[in-house]
């Protein structure tokens, strides 16, 4: 939407000369911007010169995946505290998700595109602060507007985060990696989510007034200054800027292997698949994480602070997942993985609505394992092949985040009225309708898919890097240097021919002269 004429254009990017990738690193270490029009050399990056700011980026994952622990656990806290119903406490949910509704497609997209990824994540940083400022006078006044409002702010934040940090770590290295590097940085966004339920009623919520909301502001205020000085890193640190351009000069080595063919944005199929896959994905995982330790209580009858430790043992398994999967992508297409957890889900999310006890939360527990490796891979699988509509289109696929601000009202509003077992039916249908996607990749784009795993772009071997114009240059003085021997030669056997004939020649002449 906003910064569309911040994408290049085909014979734009073939006019430019082409930078090497030890000139896109030398350019961020000067923390100069770079037009999201130019190549910066960045689109052949080895894993060596992404290691450390992808490792950066990774702290960022962590950070948001504590501040969706904390939500789930502040869903729970609120109902008790406020007196309210389930279905208005999922308006935390839609406050925090529906951020991601107007950020990406709007102001967070515009900013990757205009001004990069640094100032992107720095922007980011500073919305999330802000927020979690606001959570302090919200306490005060024991306010669920207030809650509400400044969930936004911090889910305004995030979604900015998330519009420049996922494409980033996608793009930022050999692209044949790229799902088991996003899903490897995301593990670590799966551990905050584990922590934060821990802390919560380990330290933050312990010994507490169930009426008291006061803890709620001092954690919310550690958050800020951290993220407040994360931002300051993030101005210092060496980030390359993996622009369109570069993702376009990328899309057309692999061309070969691909079948890539540039496109328009209206006729990027995939991508409009994966955005609808990941709403209703994303809605059924909320959904399931909003309620589960209501679940818990209802299935197993058990306290809240014992659901509580539940959730933190499902976020456990939903953070082995993540590892899991992301060691199987090393060795197994990433479109099969996505179709053997997205049928894993469905099966279990069905059997949680008539398992009662503990094997009922036990069940659900086995659901967040699976859910685990379904986010990244729906987003990398769904921007491969854009080029030089990459930013744009990532910002799409984090806006369908938004799925979050739909599902868990709707789950709780069915368990208001009926319970949390039958309320399982709300993300079951999110996740079927999800699951038609890893069916389409798998049997309309396995080639493509298959070809950017096969694509040595950003490896080494005897010329340089793979993908650099080092490389072409190297590789083409050597052909040249072969060439040149092999026209030596020639040119030591061509003389005897060309002596022959020409005494032939001179021989005849003489002939027909007499």
């Known amino acids: 939407m906003f910064g569309k004429k911040e994408e290049p254009g085909i014979l734009e990017i073939q006019s430019q000369r082409r930078p090497s990738n030890v000139e896109a690193v030398a350019l961020q270490r000067r923390r100069k911007s770079a037009s999201n029009r130019g190549l910066t050399g960045a689109s052949a990056l080895t894993v060596r010169q992404s290691i450390v ?108 985060l998330e519009t420049s940090a996922n494409p980033f770590i996608a793009t930022c290295g050999p692209p044949r990696l790229s799902e088991f590097r996003l899903e490897l940085s995301q593990s670590f966004q799966a551990i905050g989510s584990v922590m934060a339920p821990l802390l919560a009623s380990r330290v933050f919520f312990k010994n507490t007034d169930p009426k008291d909301l006061s803890s709620v502001q001092w954690t919310y205020l550690g958050i800020a200054a951290f993220v407040f000085l994360l931002a300051g890193i993030f101005y210092i640190a060496p980030i390359p800027e993996v622009t369109d351009a570069d993702m376009a000069l990328q899309a057309e080595q692999s061309a070969s292997l691909t079948g890539y063919v540039d496109k328009p944005m209206r006729k990027q199929y995939k991508l409009f698949f994966g955005v609808a896959a990941q709403f209703c994905y994303v809605g059924a995982q909320v959904g399931v994480a909003s309620q589960f330790i209501k679940y ?73 394992f699976f859910e685990s490796a379904v986010f990244p891979t729906i987003f990398t699988l769904s921007i491969r092949g854009l080029g030089r509509h990459t930013k744009r289109g990532s910002s799409w696929i984090v806006a369908s985040v938004s799925g979050g601000a739909l599902f868990p009202s709707l789950t709780g509003l069915v368990a208001d009225h009926q319970d949390y077992h039958i309320a399982m039916v709300i993300p079951l249908v999110g996740f079927f309708i999800a699951f038609a996607f890893p069916i389409y990749l798998n049997t309309l784009c396995a080639r493509e898919l298959d070809g950017f795993r096969e694509t040595k772009i950003g490896y080494e071997d005897d010329h340089g890097t793979i993908g650099d114009v080092v490389h072409e240059e190297r590789r083409g003085s050597v052909l040249e240097s072969e060439n040149g021997t092999s026209n030596l030669h020639a040119e030591k056997a061509m003389p005897l021919a060309s002596n022959d004939g020409a005494h032939k020649g001179t021989a005849q002449g003489h002939h027909i002269k007499v």
């Open 53 to 160: 700011p992808i490792a950066l980026v990774t702290l960022l994952f962590f950070l948001w995946g504590f501040a969706y622990g904390l939500l789930d656990v502040l869903n729970a806290k609120f109902q008790n505290s406020l007196n309210i119903t389930a279905a208005k406490a999922g308006g935390l949910q839609g406050a925090y998700f529906g951020a991601y509704l107007i950020g990406p497609p709007t102001y967070s997209g515009w900013i990757v595109r205009k001004f990069g990824y640094r100032w992107t994540f720095i922007t980011g940083l500073c919305i999330y602060g802000v927020g979690a400022l606001m959570f302090w006078p919200s306490a005060v006044k024991r306010s669920f507007a207030g809650f509400c409002g400044s969930l936004f702010i911090v889910g305004s934040g995030l979604s900015t």
């Open 296 to 368: 818990a209580v209802e299935s197993a009858k058990i306290t809240d602070s014992q659901a509580s430790d539940r959730y933190a043992l499902a976020q456990g398994l939903f953070a082995i997942g993540r590892f899991f999967a992301a060691g199987c992508m090393m060795f197994i297409k990433p479109r099969w993985i996505l179709m053997f957890f997205m049928t894993m889900i469905v099966i279990f999310i069905s059997a949680s609505m008539g398992v009662q006890g503990e094997g009922g939360v036990a069940v659900l527990s086995i659901v967040l």
